[in-house]
């Protein structure tokens, strides 16, 4: 048994909070942490670039350092192997126990073109990278990859890399980088993949109901299941996967959990961001992502052209009179 894994595999099929930028910062994961429980987090990615005068800023330290009792991975993207390990060395020195490096992230304008999930363009050097980042992980190394750069079968040729750099479990999300959020999540590669190698995959994409996430672990035998966008949405999801919230909200519950999510997150991002216009922007950014909500659209998207935060505040506390 793997003892550097940041969940007991004897025990349970981890339910992870997936990295998003902008979004999973540590006011958010506080908030999950204390009311939904994902088993383990992720930091949005910290950007590692050759040359800085700092490995990581100083807020990625922040980031990295974590809290409570919820095992963090800390996420790493960047190209360069001697920045990303000075990088890996400095998350460490923060707290950071568990690292992940990203090989997925399919915008240029976020990885400079030549990082995230563009390392797959050219695989190379990526065997020597991760050996060398497995060595700067007191817990587990894992890395978070698409099916491919632009092949979806490119996965099974890295498989080997990945185990005999010692990389301890994969995070797969099933479309390529090409594709970015184009289709839908393949888990039919998924249940492939887990079979093809001995590390735990965690199956990642699209899942953004209690049916779907039961459906992917049921399927493909993945080791846990991570959750981007539809826990972002649907905190509760964690829970309605466990069974212990409903599979499908009645509307009370939903504008409860709304409700619930938007002031907890106002109290929270006050404590890590400045002024109300900068926690406004902050809670729009999460507001987005619900923006086609089945039952309060409406009302978000209100909530959405609001010009203070006292106005959203005002906002949120009608939801539950919203016909
Ligand atoms: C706004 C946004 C930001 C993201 N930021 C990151 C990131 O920092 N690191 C990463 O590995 N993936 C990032 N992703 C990808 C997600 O972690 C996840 O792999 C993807 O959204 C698919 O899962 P989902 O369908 O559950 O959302 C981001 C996705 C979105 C939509």
Not at 75 to 97: F, K, N, P, W, Y
Not at 146 to 154: A, I, V
Request: hydrophobic share 45%; aromatic share 6%; glycine share 8%.
């Amino acid at each position: 048994m793997n003892e550097n894994l940041p969940w007991r595999p004897e025990r349970d099929r981890p339910l992870m909070l997936a990295p998003m930028q902008g979004l999973t910062n540590r006011a958010l994961r506080g908030l999950f942490g204390e009311w939904v429980r994902p088993d383990v987090m992720f930091t949005e990615f910290i950007r590692v670039r050759p040359g800085s005068r700092q490995a990581i800023s100083r807020a990625d330290r922040l980031e990295a350092a974590g809290s409570g009792d919820i095992p963090l991975v800390v996420q790493l993207i960047g190209r360069d192997t001697a920045a990303l390990v000075a990088a890996a060395e400095a998350a460490r020195q923060s707290g950071a126990v568990h690292l992940n490096l990203n090989l997925g992230c399919p915008f240029g304008r976020m990885s400079n073109g030549s990082a995230g999930g563009a390392l797959l363009k050219n695989p190379v050097d990526l065997d020597r990278r991760l050996t060398l980042l497995r060595q700067c992980a007191p817990g587990s190394l894992s890395v978070k990859v698409r099916s491919g750069y632009d092949d979806p079968e490119q996965i099974f040729s890295l498989l080997a890399i990945f185990e005999g750099a010692g990389v301890d479990f994969i995070v797969l999300h099933p479309r390529t980088v090409v594709q970015k959020y184009n289709g839908a999540a393949d888990h039919d590669l998924t249940a492939r993949v887990a079979a093809a190698t001995v590390l735990p995959v965690i199956a990642n994409g699209d899942v953004t109901t209690a049916g779907a996430g039961q459906r992917v672990l049921a399927e493909t035998g993945a080791a846990g299941l991570m959750i981007g966008r539809g826990a972002i949405r649907d905190p509760l999801l964690f829970e309605r996967l466990r069974g212990r919230a409903a599979a499908q909200p009645a509307r009370a519950e939903r504008s409860a959990e709304l409700q619930y999510y938007i002031a907890e997150l106002t109290a929270r991002y006050r404590l890590i961001f400045q002024g109300d216009a900068q926690i406004l922007n902050k809670l729009k950014t999460v507001l987005n992502m619900l923006a086609a909500d089945p039952v309060f659209a409406r009302p978000i998207r209100k909530m959405l052209r609001a010009k203070s935060l006292a106005e959203l505040t005002a906002l949120a506390g009608k939801l539950a009179d919203y016909q």
